[in-house]
């Protein structure tokens, strides 16, 4: 019965393509958040000691099957993949405020930054790596902002807990400011 799980698992996630819902995956197979759990990191597990060409990569609520990085110079040497379009270091900084301090609105990025980011706030939405949570329940009702697990697949992280310690930066950050040029 697990093996027929695993390969029901592994079906899903090569069909679908994209990040699929552990609660979807949990419904669709009748089994428990934890039989469920137990499942995806106990097949993560032997995708990782087998060296597979495919892995599982796994957040708080979604599982993936993707490449493993490991054969990555094979997969270029064949498909040349065209350079992919680099973000603008306004959109890093403001995706690095939203990551830090979610839920966000503009105002309060533009507060941290010192400019307006309208323009990043639009291209990060398009690209999928931040998203709308809402709005807060102030004057003018702003729309709140967070990241996705898109942000999470673009720089390798699990879960945002994973983030550097952002204590750490800013300290070095005020440091390196008050030395003279």
Not at 24 to 38: F, H, V
Not at 134 to 156: H, I, N
């Amino acid at each position: 019965m697990q093996d027929e799980r695993y390969s029901a698992i592994e079906c899903i996630l090569f069909v679908s393509g994209e990040p699929v819902s552990l609660v979807q995956l949990q419904r669709a197979l009748d089994i428990t958040g934890i039989e469920m759990n137990a499942i995806i990191h106990n097949m993560e597990k032997q995708y990782r000691q087998e060296e597979r060409g495919i892995q599982l990569y796994i957040t708080d609520d979604t599982v993936q099957l993707v490449s493993n990085k490991k054969y990555a110079s094979y997969v270029e040497e064949l498909l040349q993949p065209a350079q992919t379009k680099s973000f603008t270091q306004a959109m890093l900084e403001t995706l690095s405020i939203v990551a830090y301090k979610q839920p966000v609105t503009r105002a309060d990025i533009e507060a941290v930054r010192g400019v307006r980011c309208d323009y990043s706030v639009s291209q990060l939405l398009k690209l999928g790596l931040i998203r709308e949570l809402g709005r807060r329940d102030s004057v003018g009702r702003p729309m709140m902002f967070g990241t996705t697990d898109a942000f999470l697949r673009q720089f390798g992280l699990h879960s945002i807990e994973e983030l550097p310690e952002y204590g750490a930066f800013a300290i070095e950050a005020d440091s390196s400011e008050e030395k003279p040029s």
